[in-house]
């Protein structure tokens, strides 16, 4: 049985579900001021674990129950021997704010209207603004803002940083940038847009025992945004084996890919596929690439095609007694170029799951992108970067501003499961819902960790087809341990020394060190 915690951490919502969902929790009878209290009682707790060293506070209280609940946080360290002081110059509070303020200023704790007071402080504690934000902060309050982050100072943002827009992550107009970020009850949809990355700093969920009955009500299955749990994707890797197996049963996976010019791509994918565990691989490429391939892919069935003027292949020439039914999923697109059309439309004609990357991209933009896959009656996934994506979808919502709306919008018109690769790596299919991939690392900024990634997606899918497993869910894990590896792989060689070879290395010790843990 999957915990509570494992349960809540899954959960992505928009301000608005989050209004709906405290709203259900208030009309049950939880007063404001309890919830209130739970809520800085944990967070006041979180801060003197973290920063018992660090004794003076600055506290940035807001209008609103963000600012009533830093209020609280500042009155329990207040208590804990910390020195204090607040920053409040707004002349309307809620009520309870107010209260709040009213009882701290009693309690000696000096409160400024000038954020210079507090610029003695070792670290700050901003509740300026909580989720919900849509208006562009201006005037004094933007000034206050870029005040703080001039100081380059340890600050903790309450739910989210003051500025951000809670669905989308725009800076509305500026925004604090913090060092952590304490997201109060569910996770919010902002935190996970690349506008927002920059200023959440190290991201951690505060769980304050949402009734999940009230989270269900408000989120269902239907529409969800899902976040990516290394709990989720490990249980949909194909581990462990049955004690009686053979290659076959676990998967053949066709990857077509590779031309003269770009023969890293083919050997890149390949190589993602051999750490997926896929039974058996079989790899197309063009006749003059098929010893190159044996050399770095000696367990693979190499198939040599015949090729262009350009060395680009010119047609599938598959071995004796076989067609594209013989595979259980075919992955295509890396180092093809754009000479390879007739080669997409033959796999587009196909009834096997089909993963379509780089050029495949390219080549199924030109065709048509909507209209060409809605003939599909197989799986088709398609895993573009944002250059790609804007080719293969250019009435789409633009992705750079809201990655989540525009990555639903195209896995609904073209009825395809739609990655779209970032920071923060998007995921839909055409039942409207979405997974987010919730962390990452630029040191897969680099040329052919795309390539690596189709490579296990595809192999994962080829031993998926008897599993049950949904193919959202595959797609998924691929993208966790994709991520994962490049993470490790950061970790112990610097950002700047992970190549697509070197990544490929790291797969299996991400999951040697989950065992560990």
């Known amino acids: ?308 003027q350009t060395g680009a292949i010119a047609s599938l020439q598959l071995p004796k007694n076989t067609d594209l039914s013989s595979f259980d999923a075919i992955a295509c697109g890396p180092g093809l170029t754009g000479d390879s059309t007739p080669i997409i439309q033959q796999v587009l004609e196909s009834d096997r799951s089909l993963i379509l990357d780089a050029d495949a991209l390219n080549i199924l933009a030109q065709m048509a992108t909507i209209p060409t896959l809605q003939k599909r009656q197989a799986v088709t996934i398609l895993t573009p970067h944002a250059g790609e994506f804007k080719r293969l979808f250019p009435d789409v919502s633009d992705a750079m501003k809201d990655r989540v709306r525009a990555v639903r919008e195209a896995a609904l018109h073209c009825g395809a499961i739609v990655l779209l690769k970032g920071a923060r790596t998007a995921i839909a299919n055409s039942q409207n819902s979405v997974w987010i991939n919730p962390e990452s690392t630029p040191a897969l900024a680099r040329g052919g960790s795309g390539d690596v990634l189709t490579g296990v997606l595809g192999g994962l899918l080829a031993q998926a087809k008897s599993k049950h497993i949904s193919v959202e869910q595959i797609v998924a894990t691929a993208a966790w341990w994709h991520s994962q590896a490049g993470i490790l792989a950061a970790e112990e060689r610097t950002e700047l020394g992970v190549d697509a070879f070197t990544l490929t290395n790291y797969f299996i010790p991400v999951l040697a060190s989950v065992g560990k843990n």
């Open 1 to 308: 049985m999957v915990d509570r915690l494992e349960q809540i951490s899954q959960i992505i919502v928009t301000a608005q579900q989050m209004r709906d969902i405290e709203a259900r929790i208030f009309a049950a009878g939880m007063p404001v001021a309890a919830l209130m209290e739970k809520v800085a009682g944990l967070i006041s707790r979180k801060i003197q674990v973290l920063y018992s060293n660090l004794p003076r506070v600055g506290i940035l209280a807001g209008p609103g129950h963000n600012g009533g609940d830093a209020l609280v946080v500042a009155r329990e360290l207040h208590f804990c021997g910390y020195d204090v002081k607040i920053y409040s110059s707004f002349s309307k509070l809620k009520e309870l704010t107010w209260q709040h303020l009213q009882y701290a200023q009693s309690l000696g704790i000096p409160c400024y209207e000038s954020i210079e007071e507090l610029s003695d402080c070792d670290f700050l504690i901003d509740g300026l603004f909580g989720f919900g934000l849509e208006r562009r902060l201006q005037g004094a309050i933007a000034k206050t803002i870029n005040q703080v982050n001039s100081w380059s100072k340890l600050v903790i943002s309450i739910d989210l940083p003051s500025g951000l827009h809670t669905d989308t992550g725009e800076v509305l107009g500026t925004a604090i940038r913090a060092t952590q970020t304490f997201c109060l009850g569910l996770w919010k949809l902002g935190l996970f847009q690349d506008d927002a990355l920059e200023y959440i700093g190290k991201a951690e969920l505060i769980d304050f025992d949402i009734p999940l009955a009230d989270v269900q009500a408000v989120v269902g299955d239907v529409n969800r945004i899902h976040r990516i749990t290394q709990t989720t994707a490990l249980s949909t890797l194909p581990l462990p084996r049955p004690a009686v197996t053979h290659k076959y049963k676990e998967g053949h996976l066709l990857l077509i890919c590779g031309s003269r010019r770009y023969s890293g791509g083919a050997i890149l994918t390949g190589l993602g596929a051999r750490v997926s565990g896929v039974g058996m691989l079989s790899i197309a490429v063009p006749e003059s690439l098929k010893p190159l391939l044996v050399a770095q892919l000696p367990e693979a069935l190499i198939i040599g095609c015949p090729e262009t």
